[in-house]
């Protein structure tokens, strides 16, 4: 079946640092993959997606590869921001079936 | 610029009561989802719509119930809550097309006593 793997939390940063948010994925066929962004007391949002192998999803200063030899889908940004302290979903959508989620990772940047 | 509204935004309320928790989008979406959200972060998908009249579990065994009887309205509701239904419920929709990504609502957070 389909599954995600991500990086266990919390992640804390300094403001300024550099990001990577590690994920990893099985999945039948060719999958389609994103990142969400919870920040607290909301839903999540769509930050950014990949359709395809070697395509670069970005947002926001955010980006992320869709590597399928290393089937991965890093999340990285150059510098983070107070403002970026939220919970980050890699999830993918493979066939018709529904999305599924990685387990989260709280993001914690202090000034 | 949420399009899709979750009320109430928080609910505590006690054992044995009866609830519905509302969830409505204005985008035309034919899928809708609701998911369950632990302490922990990770979400459940609970019940998932494909249209009206369409309804279907999620993989998370849950005592909730859904209807569809409106493309645009979702509600969930509970016939009689228990403490460990206390948890985040997030709605979500998407477009038919292939893939489309989900729009999410800001969440109900139950807790019963």
């Known amino acids: 079946g389909n599954s995600v793997t991500q990086m266990e939390g919390p992640v804390t940063l300094s403001e300024e640092a550099f990001l990577t948010i590690n994920c990893t994925y099985t999945?039948?066929?060719?999958?389609?993959l994103f990142w969400y962004v919870q920040y607290p007391g909301e839903g999540l949002q769509l930050l950014l997606k990949a359709t395809k192998a070697d395509d670069k999803g970005s947002n926001k200063g955010f980006e992320a590869t869709y590597r399928k030899e290393t089937t991965s889908f890093h999340l990285e940004k150059g510098s983070v921001q107070v403002s970026d302290s939220a919970v980050y979903f890699c999830a993918l959508s493979a066939g018709y079936s529904t999305l599924t989620f990685g387990k989260g990772t709280m993001l914690l940047v202090s000034p | 610029e949420a399009d899709i509204y979750q009320t109430p935004r928080y609910l505590v309320i006690g054992t044995g009561k009866k609830i519905t928790l509302e969830c409505s989008q204005t985008m035309g979406h034919d899928k809708m989802y609701w998911y369950q959200q632990d302490p922990g972060m990770e979400l459940h998908l609970i019940h998932y719509?494909?249209?009206?009249?369409?309804?279907e579990k999620g993989d998370l065994s849950s005592e909730s119930t859904v209807s569809r009887i409106r493309t645009e309205h979702f509600p969930l509701t509970l016939e009689s809550a228990r403490p460990s239904h206390t948890s985040q419920y997030l709605c979500?929709?998407?477009?038919?097309?292939?893939?489309?990504?989900?729009?999410f609502g800001n969440g109900t957070r139950l807790t019963v006593t």
């Open positions: 719509s494909y249209g009206v009249n369409s309804t």
């Open positions: 999945a039948t066929g060719y999958p389609s």
């Open positions: 979500a929709s998407s477009a038919t097309e292939y893939r489309s990504p989900l729009h």
